[in-house]
């Protein structure tokens, strides 16, 4: 399977901080074929309201659509289910294999404790040019994935852990124009 690193840059921060390797896989054959799918799937079975605004044949994009619009996108939303059913919501980059979505967070964060009590983790982010994905799936922590990360503003170590999100839902709408 091939790969290709991007860098990004976070504007107001200094270079070494600013750098975030992202890796993207070119998905294969088979990847695409699940991808397919679960899209199909997820519309089939959406429920009337998402069906009417967001799951509907004529802006359902399809998997290598859904691919190439991930791929695009900076960052995405990560809500998790905290404590009393709070809700707790971040920016992540998350990098989509197939019907698997891989991200890092900080060891110390609300995300890691909410996932270990409840698994169930969405997604969702969007282009200026009306293109919108929503995604829900379940989490597990990558074993011995704990590692060292930048030190924070404090200049304290960190560490991030490898989270690996088995998807069981995506709608993902073309843009208006493109429908």
């Known amino acids: 399977m091939a790969s290709e690193t991007k860098e990004v840059k976070v504007e107001g921060r200094s270079e070494s901080q600013a750098q975030v390797e992202v890796k993207d896989e070119l998905e294969t054959p088979s990847q695409l074929q699940a991808l397919q799918a679960l899209i199909d799937r997820s519309v089939r079975t959406a429920t009337p309201s998402v069906a009417d605004s967001v799951a509907y044949p004529e802006r359902q994009m399809s998997a290598a659509e859904f691919v190439e619009f991930w791929q695009s996108v900076r960052l995405v939303a990560m809500a998790t289910v905290g404590e009393g059913g709070r809700p707790h919501i971040a920016p992540v980059h998350a990098s989509l294999h197939g019907v698997l979505l891989r991200l890092v967070i900080y060891d110390n964060t609300v995300r890691r404790a909410d996932l270990a009590r409840n698994p169930r983790v969405s997604f969702t982010t969007w282009r200026a040019d009306g293109a919108a994905a929503i995604v829900y799936g379940r989490a597990?922590?990558?074993?011995?994935?704990?590692?060292?990360?930048?030190?924070?503003?404090s200049g304290k170590p960190r560490q991030v852990v490898e989270i690996e999100v088995k998807l069981t839902r995506v709608y993902a709408m073309r843009s208006p124009s493109s429908a």
């Open 140 to 153: 597990h922590e990558v074993a011995g994935s704990l590692r060292p990360a930048r030190p924070g503003r």
